[in-house]
């Protein structure tokens, strides 16, 4: 797999469901016979993973939201690592 | 730290119109402790105390759990608790509309279970026609936009269809095969002699499947449930008793695991007397073979133990009779020669030539037979 231009379009793979985990107090992505925890800032990207947005939207909108930048590479290797698992998807 | 569970197989019924020699349910599923099934009341508020436990992942099985009317209603209120649930189905007579029906009631994924991959072979084996069936069902799975898992349980009469297996798997567009070598327990452990494999046909099975991990990537995950007599330490069974997992059974009863109810040293508690948090956390059953403070020697002093948490009490209790015992696929094991002379015994009516033991195949009236004679 090629890594993700900053034109791509992350989504979730359908398999994959984003849920509140409340007894654990965390956020967890479940999909057949497993599930990937995640921290705060890995649910916010996922939440942002909208079938729409490019990854340059979704870095640009985080990076607003903290006033922070180069926040590129971070969510670049969070989805690179989904992806590699089959969890994320790339659209054009 | 305290063991939350994680995940939950309802097993809905016992009822199944397949009769695989090596189910996984008890050999006394036909009897009186299994037979008055939860309510879809009852099997709702288990999912409910479940959830509130911890529990994201919701197994629905069997028997056949398409048996149940009432998979709907139990479905939907999987999906309003934010449980992610998984059918586990022979897909006999499993119609479009009705899968169609769990898909708006919120069912994530299907597993749907092949005997072999060719028709002849696996209606065989089933003791029921349907192959095609499944086929069916496979294709309407894709068709409504499900995740799909292909189940197959590997032994000594479909071993040498691995690749077979495989390929059927990639051309359904599965996402997941899980090849599983038999594990010996239920009636698998009763017709151990005739499903236990060759040391050569492993081999050679474990061969395609890295040759076909290698060329299929993350296009279909290859699953391989390691045949644990012909290993040399114990599998991790259930990630350690009690610790993250939970079956609960048609009637009721709370197992850590679906074979668990075969120890009879041990008394499990039902959801209809208890709440399901106090069984977990307090009943007798599910505390005793916690953590590692139970572990004899040579679990208690190996490193291994934090790895595969002393093995399977099942497997101990089955071959030995003590359900505390180390696990005797274990080369460190005492009992380790029991396994040992089981697996060379198949090896040499193998090349003797010797045709294998015949099949008790799980029906309601050989269920009934087997508990009358113990």
Redesign the interface.
């Known amino acids: 797999m090629n890594p993700a231009t900053s034109a791509a379009v992350p989504r979730l793979h359908p398999k994959a469901r984003l849920q509140r985990d409340d007894v654990r107090k965390r956020d967890v992505l479940l999909y057949p016979e497993g599930l990937v925890t995640l921290n705060p800032t890995g649910a916010e990207i996922l939440g942002l993973c909208d079938g729409v947005r490019s990854l340059a939207d979704i870095v640009a909108t985080l990076e607003q939201r903290y006033g922070a930048s180069g926040l590129e590479r971070d969510v670049t290797s969070f989805l690179e690592g989904l992806a590699a698992k089959g969890l994320v998807l790339y659209g054009g | 730290m305290e063991a ?1 569970p ?1 995940w939950l197989l309802a097993e809905l019924t016992y009822k199944c119109p397949l009769q695989c020699p090596y189910c996984s349910n008890p050999l006394d599923f036909a009897g009186a402790r299994f037979r008055t099934e939860l309510t879809t009341e009852e099997w709702c508020r288990v999912f409910r105390e479940a959830k ?3 529990v ?2 919701l197994g629905l099985s069997g028997g056949e759990p398409l048996l149940r009317p009432d998979l709907e209603t139990l479905v939907a209120t999987a999906r309003e608790l ?1 449980l ?1 649930s ?1 059918l586990i189905t022979s897909a006999y007579r499993l119609t479009k509309d009705r899968l169609a029906a769990l898909k708006r009631a919120g069912l ?2 299907v ?1 749907i279970s092949v005997q072999a991959a060719d028709a002849e072979l696996s209606d065989r084996i089933a003791g029921t026609v349907s192959h095609r069936d499944k086929l069916a069902a496979y294709r309407y799975t894709k068709e409504l ?1 499900f ?1 799909l ?1 292909v189940n197959v349980v590997l032994h000594r009469a479909n071993l040498h269809q691995v690749e077979a297996l495989i390929r059927l798997a990639e051309l359904l567009g599965a ?2 095969i899980e090849l599983a070598n038999t594990q010996f327990y239920g009636w698998a452990f009763h017709n151990r002699d005739a499903l236990m494999p060759t040391k050569a046909q492993l081999d050679a099975a474990w061969q395609v499947v890295q040759r076909e991990r290698a060329r299929l990537g ?1 296009r279909l ?1 290859i699953v391989w449930v390691l045949p644990d007599y012909h290993e040399q330490f114990p599998k991790p069974c259930m990630g350690g008793w009690a610790r993250a997992y939970m079956t609960v059974t048609p009637a009721g009863e709370v197992w850590p695991c679906h074979a668990a109810g075969r120890i009879t040293t041990l008394r499990f508690e039902t959801v209809r007397e208890h709440p399901l948090e106090w069984i977990w956390r307090e009943s007798e059953a599910l505390q005793r073979f916690r953590g590692e403070s139970w572990m004899p020697e040579p679990c208690r002093s190996c490193a291994r133990r934090a790895v595969d948490f002393g093995g399977c009490r099942c497997q101990a209790f089955l071959v030995t009779g003590d359900a505390g015992a180390t696990d005797p696929v274990c080369s460190l094991a005492p009992h380790r020669p029991v396994i040992d002379a089981a697996v060379a015994a198949v090896e040499r009516a193998t090349a003797a030539r010797i045709a294998p033991p015949s099949l008790t195949y799980r029906a309601a009236p050989a269920s009934r037979a087997l508990a009358a004679k113990e």
């Open positions: 939350k994680l509130a436990l911890g994201l992942q934010g992610y998984s994530d994924h597993q936009g995740p898992t996402e997941r993350t995950e």
